[in-house]
């Protein structure tokens, strides 16, 4: 066979029942795979900037936390009802720390915590609170705005539906 | 294919036929909401005619009275037809350019003429020039008056705590 028909063969193959089933196969696949395990994610709003920008493209690997222990700064994806639309927040405390914020700079267990993510910040001011057992304390990057308008605070762990990888 | 593989093929495609076009009680809830969405919703094109319409259809979806419960907002308080229909139009005028949308819906039946009803609600829309987005987690009652379902109750599901 010449190069020329390999080619041809490689990009339009016959349709034969061995071609349909690798079609079917691969299709099963797709769904499975960027349903359950690596969602597509889409990027909407501002509150995680400047790490991730509104508008762009990233995945949430569900799988992360099946070997592994949830550690502070990750970056996760919080469910509602379910997982078609979800919150991406920063983990920033885990159960049992004490959080608070202190014009804006960020203190956990009574320890100032440097943020490299963190490029905007208003002066939040919130009392320490202790982070509740099976609990973690997730906020967003962008502290660019008011303390009322940005959604935060401690979530249960089961509401975590994976970690955000890219 | 022969006659006798045809007929009990005949009747399971009409049994498909009839479980996917027959309206069911969670069908009729599911369409509820999507109107529900449809309705609140605003477009900027949209006549004053038109946006007093559909708060009249959107307070229509829903029982008398109605019970609104947003702790974050301090609202916790049945509220009349007459009532919903007026904040759903003010919800609108303050929000001229704002799509809603129900996701991830799900509907359980306690009893035969009561539902309820987990979903998120997102808003997508557009405040001058500023483009926003944001969603909520509902609890929401419905209940079936001859015949009809209505939603008995909203509750915003508070599960991020500061």
């Known amino acids: 066979m010449d190069i020329s028909n390999r080619v ?14 690798r079609i079917m196969f691969l299709g099963l696949s797709c769904y499975l795979i960027f349903s359950y395990l690596l969602i597509p994610l889409r990027i909407e709003g501002h509150s995680m900037e400047p790490a991730y920008q509104n508008g762009s493209f990233s995945f949430c690997w569900r799988m992360k936390y099946l070997f ?11 469910r509602f009802t379910g997982r078609s639309v979800m919150l991406l927040k920063r983990i920033v405390a885990l159960p049992g720390d004490t959080v608070e914020f202190r014009e804006g700079m960020l203190y956990i267990n009574e320890k100032q915590i440097n943020e490299p993510y963190v490029h905007h910040r208003c002066a939040w001011n919130l009392a320490p609170r202790k982070v509740a057992p099976d609990h973690v304390y997730v906020v967003g990057d962008n502290r660019g705005t008011v303390m009322s308008r940005h959604r935060f605070g401690q979530i249960k762990i089961d509401r975590i539906v994976g970690g955000v990888i890219l | 294919m022969s006659k006798i593989l045809l007929f009990p093929l005949l009747i399971l495609l009409t049994a498909a036929a009839v479980f996917l076009f027959l309206p069911n009680d969670e069908k009729i809830i599911r369409k509820n909401l999507t109107s ?22 959107a307070a229509k979806l829903c029982s008398q009275p109605c019970l609104i419960h947003i702790e974050s907002f301090d609202i916790g ?6 009532e919903l229909k007026d904040h759903i139009l003010m919800m609108k005028k303050m929000l001229p350019d704002t799509h809603f949308t129900f996701h991830d819906t799900g509907v359980s039946f306690p009893e035969n003429d009561r539902a309820e009803i987990m979903s998120t609600l997102r808003l997508k829309g557009k405040i001058d020039t500023t483009r926003f987005t944001d969603a909520y987690e509902l609890s929401i009652h419905a209940e079936k008056i001859k015949s009809d379902w209505f939603f008995s109750s909203f509750t915003v599901v508070e599960f991020m705590e500061q």
């Open chain 1, 8 to 21: 041809k063969k490689f990009f339009l193959p016959s349709l034969n029942v061995k071609y349909l089933r």
């Open chain 2, 36 to 57: 529900l969405a449809e309705y609140s919703s605003t477009s900027p094109e949209e006549t004053t005619i038109t946006t007093l319409k559909k708060s009249t259809l």
């Open chain 2, 77 to 82: 308080r049945e509220f009349d037809k007459k």
């Open chain 1, 68 to 78: 592994s222990e949830i550690e502070r700064f990750d970056v996760v994806t919080v």
